[in-house]
């Protein structure tokens, strides 16, 4: 394996993981080696995983992802961290024991100095390498191990990518959030649709979630939307559009005092409130008359004032 890092006179503060949804659990991890690394003048660094390993291991159990691909990337690049290394996870790195992980990987190629781990934390073939086995292997081989303890929740249990895919499939947002630690979002590049929203006076963007993307319940929501360089409020169309024939599961976003072009750029989408029910109607008519509504009672939960709209 080629090395990630420059070469590190004193070695890195490591945490490895898959790290899925960089909830308020996996930023107490974080802030660790953060802490640690600026205390011992090191640089931070987070090991993951792509695929997620269960998607290797045991692809008929494997659960829609929280954060896949480029959004886990965004959210670690909000953290503070110095590196990321991006591991990709196959058969042969299954096969690795948590000893020749630790030596060849993390202690050769990522100049490991110091480890910091979660308290659930196992990597290595049948993940040998829990807390008390890496902690007994640092002490052999002459690094530190540092163990986080779980993140509480108000309401009893700990903050864990599991509970949090259960509210969103709940679409329990607000509870969702409160674990992640920021709203639920969902990245991607905008693609071009049947330009159906202009026709009814509200032109949208088109997002087509990727596939291994765990989606709250279909509805329409009150949304917040961001791209470079720019952000604006909205309402979101999630699943199929039953009126206009359409079964496709698109993510369409109408934006509040908005007319630009942002065909293929990547925008972020962060749902925050439920509005209604996808529906049928009778009539394009009746459909825009409830979308005016829609857009009334989005603005509301976003907390803005209704605005006229020009002509």
């Known amino acids: 394996m080629t090395s990630p890092l420059p070469p590190l006179a004193h070695g890195a503060v490591v945490t490895v993981g898959s790290f899925d949804g960089i909830h308020l659990g996996h930023r107490a991890v974080i802030d660790e080696v953060l802490g640690r690394a600026r205390r011992s003048g090191r ?8 695929p997620h390993p269960t998607r290797v291991l045991h692809p008929e159990r494997a659960q829609p992802l929280l954060t896949p691909g480029i959004e886990r990337r965004e959210a670690l690049a909000e953290t503070g961290l110095d590196y990321v290394a991006v591991l990709r996870f196959d058969p042969a790195m299954a096969a690795r024991t948590a000893e020749s992980f630790v030596t060849e990987i993390l202690r050769g190629s990522c100049q490991m100095a110091e480890l910091v781990v979660g308290h659930d934390h196992g990597f290595g073939r049948g993940r040998s390498g829990d807390a008390a086995a890496l902690s007994a292997l640092g002490a052999r081989l002459g690094f530190e191990v540092t163990v986080v303890a779980p993140v509480a929740e108000a309401e009893g249990g700990v903050v864990s990518s599991s ?9 329990d947002l607000a509870e969702a959030a409160r ?22 006076g509200v032109p949208t963007l088109n997002l087509a979630p990727p596939p291994e993307k765990l989606l709250p319940p279909d509805g329409v929501y009150a949304v917040r939307v961001e791209w470079g360089g720019g952000t604006a409020l909205g309402m979101l169309n999630q699943g199929p559009r039953p009126t206009v024939g359409d079964p496709t599961r698109w993510l369409e976003a109408h934006l509040f005092e908005f ?3 942002l065909y293929d750029r990547i925008v972020r989408i962060e749902w925050v409130a439920k509005l209604r029910e996808i529906q049928r109607f009778g009539s394009l008519d009746e459909l825009k008359a409830q979308l005016a509504q829609d857009r009334a009672a989005a603005r509301t939960a976003l907390g803005v004032g209704e605005r006229p709209l020009t002509v």
């Open 259 to 261: 007319d630009g072009d």
């Open 43 to 50: 640089p931070s660094l987070l090991v993951t995983f792509e």
């Open 163 to 171: 509970a949090i895919r259960d509210r969103i499939r709940r679409g």
């Open 179 to 200: 674990a992640l630690g920021r709203p639920y979002r969902v990245s991607g590049p905008v693609r071009r649709g049947a330009q159906r929203g202009r026709t009814l």
